[in-house]
Every structure is written in structure tokens, then in C-alpha cells.
């Protein structure tokens, strides 16, 4: 069928330009393109500027600073006056005792986390899954949610206090035992174990939300027909709700993996002190120590980079063996 | 309990022993704030003797008195009421217009803007530079910089973005059709549509606001402009090493143990008060795009 009515004879192409040409139209180029769309849409861009301009002054524009990892910084001369020095901040790192031990410390507790922090939510999902009461469901759950809203100053001056040798809970105990007073926060052995611990208590009731919404999706004919086949409770578990969270579980541990550097230093910072630093000092600490606080901020901040660019590569590649291996991925 | 009688005696026990272990964990969590909340209503000796388990031993409030009496706390107090309030309004400012945008099929280079923001969630340039950014902004040792150096999170940004993207495209139509812009879709389609979500990311704001500790010891200088959390480290974290002022309590009414015990629980008390319409809206907020992302 043509337009211009001149029979069928053309491709839909050549049918095209005709009826264009008749029209007198002739196709906008790139730039009018562009242009039309903003002259449409432009309230839309009015919108997502604000957000795209916080996020290149607050978190791209230090990425550009971060190059004085690779030079002699001054705080005169500022980023881009300070001379180039190479790898030079890398190698007084890497010939540091304390950096080194910063990093095995920092390896040390985030796998001591993963360990036994990791399916401590899981656990905590497949529980609550199993009670029937919902009055105890729900107010057990209210607890357990509770230690993530509270600040880390807070439960670290619970932990100090709790675990003070003379008036703490924790040593009032072990002397009913006849142990003597530890004084637990200036042991170094004692360091992980309390980290670790009260990151657990803190966190795995909040994480397990995430796998008790998995759960909720599970189809019911599911468990119906498991009843059917005489199923236990407990085999269900296993083999039904198990399987099923297994995507969210992966997930799950990307994200974890790839923050695993990030072990909160935060809590670290109030519970360490030098006499526990040889187990306690992670990378991050490390930095707030030589940067914010002795004002070494090019060496603090190629040692930042070395932990930002770990932990990318660990985020990249457990998404990527995840992808290959079980078709689950973050991206 | 009602198909109780369906299972069998292995179920039976095995819902038991869950029951009892669960049981067991709410209150191992449970028991940390008792302990705390009793040490703070004990006499000072009674606490330095280690004879408060469960109970308040001694029953006194002078701790009470001694934290109130201290007009820096009153000041932190006010101070973090400011930061949290106007703080979550900033990120909400940023954060819901943001994620409209980014929900918008016709954005042009859509992938590219989600992904400048995702970025972001991955990779960040440490501490250090986001230090000396902020001290080059003229940001350290102000109330603004506090307010407005932390409004934005790209978690926060997906989330909402994902939860306006599951709204029915019917709705926005029938506003266009009236000749709604933009703007009105947003605040008159998407925003009302958008409460529980909007209400999980506003609360994940206000707590990580009133938590926050970390940066306003770095960033702030100026003892009156300290939030909370930094005066309560001063007081937990730096006073349990100084053995000298531990020791100058020792006879008083109240002892270092529960002055700390009595400020955490002052603390605490608001995140107890909100925490039940918290509640409600974090189970379904975590739904909406904590899984997906």
C-alpha cells in the first residue's frame, strides 16, 4: 500500500522516504533528537539532578582525591599541586609490621564472622519457621530485631561494662565457678571471640528477616504434598524450605563477601586498645589511626585503596563464580 | 497449635525443642538491657562489688541525677534530635526524587545513572579522602556538613527505585490523561502510593542518624555540636580507662558502672518508643527491595 498512491511497487523503506518526502519531513538528527527529549522530559532531569550532583561532590569527587596514594601529599599544595611519588606509599606499607598485621587481622575476623556468623540468620529463619504459636513467633522475633537498632557505642559500653573484671556480669559468673577475674578487653586472645560474639548477638535475628521473606514465598502445595508423602517437619526443612531459600542464601553471601573488609570497624575502634591491638587492629582501624588521627593521609589513604580495590575484586568474583555455577547473581 | 495433633510424636518433640531453643536466644538478647537497666538503679557499691545479676541491688537514682545534672548531655541530646530530624529530611529530599527518575523508562541512559549509583554501593574512595573532600568543602565542625554529607545512599536509592517500579503504569496514566506533569505524578500518584516503602527508607535514615557516631567524632571539633553518641563514648569508652576517676567513686552513691548503665539506658529510651511502628514497616520494607538487589 503506498501513500502517495502510485501502486505497491517499493520496499517498506522506499515507502517510507516517499511518505516522507510527500510530507515534507525530513528525519531529526542526533542532536534535535536529544533536543526534543530534554524539551519533553526535562522535569524528569530537574528530578534525578540533585542526587546525580550529591553523589559527584560527596562520593566521586573523593575518588578523584584518592590519587594521593600515589603522591607526596600537602595540605597546602592540595590534590593536584602535591608531587607525584609512584608506589612509594605501597611499599613503606607493604615493609610495615603494622599494616601487615592489619590485614591478617582484618582476613583473620572477617572469616571468623563468616564462619560463624553467616548462618546464624539462616538458622535463626528456619526456626521461627517451624513455631506454630504466633503470639511466641512474634515476640521473640520483636527481641531478637532489636540489638540492630541500637547504636555500636551502646552495646560496646555494654560490652565494657558487662565484661569489666570487678563489677561485670561476665566475671561475677565465672566466680561462682571459683575462676579468677579476666580482665577480658585488655587480653588479645579474648579480642575475637567478644567481637565476633556480640556481632552475632547483634545481627543474626535482624539478617534472618531477609530469609524468613524467602520462606514466605515458598509455595504451600509444596509442604502439601510433602504431608501427603508423610513427610516430618524436619524433612521438610531439609528438603523443602532449605532448597528453596538457597537463591536468597547466595545473594546473601555475595553481598557478605564482598563487604567482607568492611568488618565494622566502628565497633572496633571502641573496644580495642594498645594492649589488644596485636589481634584487634584491622586495616580500617589502621587508617583512622595514621590518617584522621597522626594526619599521614596520603600513606592512610593508599592503604584505603588497597582495601577498596580487595574488595571490589572479591565482590566481582564471588558474582561471578556464583553466576557460573549456580545462575544466581547480584547483576 | 490448632493441626498440633496432625503431627507426629517426632514433630512434636522437634517443635518443642525449637520452641525452647528460640525461647532461649530472645533471651540471652533480651538479658543485656535488663542487666544494664538494673546497674543503673543499684548503689555504686553495690555494682562495684559485683552483686547486681538480675535485679537492682540498693535500689537508688542518683545515677539518674548525675547524668541529668550534666548539661553536656542535655546538649548532645538536643543535638542529635537536630541531626536526626533534619538529616532524614535532606536524604528523603534527594533520595525520593532520585529514585522517580530512575524508575522512568524515558530516562535517557537509564542504565547508565542506575549504575553511577550502584557504583557507589561497591566501591567507595575511604576514609581519608572523603575526609579531606569534606575538609576542602569547608564541611568540618558544622552542624550542615553532618546533615547534608550523609543524605544520599545508593541501597536506599534502589529500594525505592525498585518498589515505584512495581507501581501499575495505569495510575500514572490516568493522572496524565488530567494533564499531570512530572512533578504532580510524583508527589500526587507515586508518593501517596509509596507510603510504606517511603516510611522503611525514612526509618532506616533515622536510625542510622540517631546511631551515628563515627563521623561526627571525626568531623566535629566543637563540644556543643557533638550528638549523643560521641558524648556517650566519652563517657563509656574513655572513662573505663581512666582508673583515677573510677576509683574517686568508689564510696559515692554511684559508681562509674552505673553512670554508664544510666546513660545507655537514657539512650536508648527513644529507640524504644519508636521501635514499634518501626516494626511495622521494616518487615514489609526489607520485602520490597532488600531481597531483589
Known sequence: MSITGQGNTGSTEELVIEAQEALHYTPPGRMQRVGDHLRREWQLYVLLLPTILWLLIFLYKPMYGLQIAFKDYSVFRGVAGSPWVGLEHFQTLFSNDQFLRAVRNTIYISMLSLIFGFPMPIILALMFNEVLNQFFKKSAQTIVYLPHFISSVIIAGIVITAFSPSAGIVNTALGWFGIEPIYFLTKPEWFRPIFVGTGIWQEAGFQSIVYLAAIAGISPTLYESAVVDGASRWQMMWKITLPSILPTIIIMLIIRIGNMLEVSFEMIILLYQPATYETADVVNTFIYRQGLQGGQYDLAAAAGLFNAVVAFVLVMTANTISKRYSRTSLW | ?293
Open chain 2, 1 to 293: 497449635m490448632t493441626n498440633m495433633n496432625l503431627y507426629s510424636r517426632g514433630d512434636r518433640i522437634f517443635v518443642i525443642i525449637n520452641m525452647i531453643l528460640i525461647g532461649l536466644f530472645a533471651l540471652s538478647t533480651l538479658y543485656p538491657f535488663i542487666y544494664i537497666t538494673s546497674l543503673s538503679l543499684s548503689t555504686g557499691f553495690e555494682a562495684r562489688a559485683g552483686n547486681v545479676i538480675l535485679t537492682p541491688v540498693g535500689f537508688t537514682i542518683e545515677a539518674y541525677k548525675q547524668v541529668l545534672s550534666e548539661p553536656l548531655f542535655w546538649t548532645s541530646y538536643a543535638n542529635t534530635f537536630i541531626y536526626t530530624i533534619f538529616g532524614t529530611l535532606m536524604s528523603l529530599a534527594f533520595i525520593i526524587p532520585g529514585a522517580y527518575a530512575l524508575s522512568r523508562p524515558q530516562l535517557f541512559g537509564r542504565r547508565f545513572w542506575n549504575l553511577t549509583v550502584a557504583f557507589t554501593m561497591w566501591f567507595n574512595a575511604g576514609l581519608i579522602p572523603f575526609f579531606l573532600n569534606m575538609r576542602d568543602l569547608g564541611l568540618l565542625d558544622s552542624y550542615f556538613g553532618i546533615i547534608i554529607g550523609f543524605a544520599v545512599n545508593g541501597f536506599n536509592i534502589i529500594l525505592l527505585r525498585n518498589f515505584f517500579e512495581g507501581i501499575p503504569q495505569s495510575f500514572e496514566e490516568a493522572a496524565r490523561m488530567d494533564g499531570a506533569n512530572e512533578f504532580q505524578v510524583l508527589w500526587k500518584v507515586y508518593m501517596p502510593l509509596s507510603k510504606p516503602a517511603i516510611a522503611t527508607v525514612a526509618l532506616f535514615c533515622i536510625v542510622s542518624r540517631w546511631n551515628g557516631f563515627f563521623w561526627a567524632m571525626v568531623l566535629l571539633q566543637d563540644e556543643d555540636k557533638i550528638p549523643l553518641q560521641v558524648y556517650l563514648r566519652q563517657v563509656i569508652v574513655e572513662l573505663s580507662d581512666d582508673e583515677e576517676f573510677a576509683t574517686s567513686l568508689l564510696s559515692a552513691a554511684y559508681s562509674f558502672e552505673t553512670v554508664s548503665a544510666a546513660i545507655i539506658v537514657c539512650s536508648i529510651i527513644p529507640i524504644l518508643l519508636i521501635y514499634p511502628f518501626m516494626q511495622k514497616y521494616f518487615n514489609k520494607g526489607l520485602l520490597l527491595g532488600g531481597v531483589k538487589e
